[in-house]
């Protein structure tokens, strides 16, 4: 990830793209253009190439997904682009879609962890870096409305180092939340992948694969 990534922000509401666009610059973004409706929004990610964008998902002229479908339409050209969808509420079916590549570098947070500035420059961060930052929110929902269950053979330990990498947590970001040894982590998270049978590829983000089957969406 480049010392400043280049971001692109695009809200409909003025103060809160003006908001969230004066915080990323605080934090070290260069914001290369702040858009209001979903074909400005495509005409940025045309010009600018950006490290990673912010995105709501209603957004003008449609308002109503316009701001999640460019972000789509745009991952399928460039796959792997860092995009971060904000939303007022869980759509769990917009949540699978954005993971559904298995490339990585995504993100869906509800806007009321806009407000928790760390926790909101964290998940854009990890975003940039081509990790997934999912609002545990959008996590709980989505297994809820799962009703078979693949992951039969996790302990339940591996269950919920399971669940946390779906919130996009780091190794040591679980080992500081589960009060054990990023060592033990590696260990958990090796087991995970096995018994999900998920191999090691250049291709593909084993953490991004495990979280799918987590959810139920592969």
Known sequence: MPARPRTVVAEDQYLLRDGLTHLLVAHGFDVVAAVGSGPELAAALW???????????????????????VALAARRETPGLPILVLS????????RELLADGTGAVGYLLKDRVFNAEQFIDAVRRVAAGGTAMDPEVIAKLVAGNASDPLAALTPREREVLGLMAEGCSNAAIASRLHFSEGAVGKHTANIFAKLGISASDDTNRRVLAVLKFLGSS
Do not use: F
């Open 88 to 95: 007022q509420h869980v759509e769990q079916l917009y949540a």
């Open 47 to 69: 010009e600018h190439r950006p490290d990673v964008s912010i995105v709501d998902v209603r957004m003008p002229p449609t308002n109503t997904d316009e701001g999640l479908q």
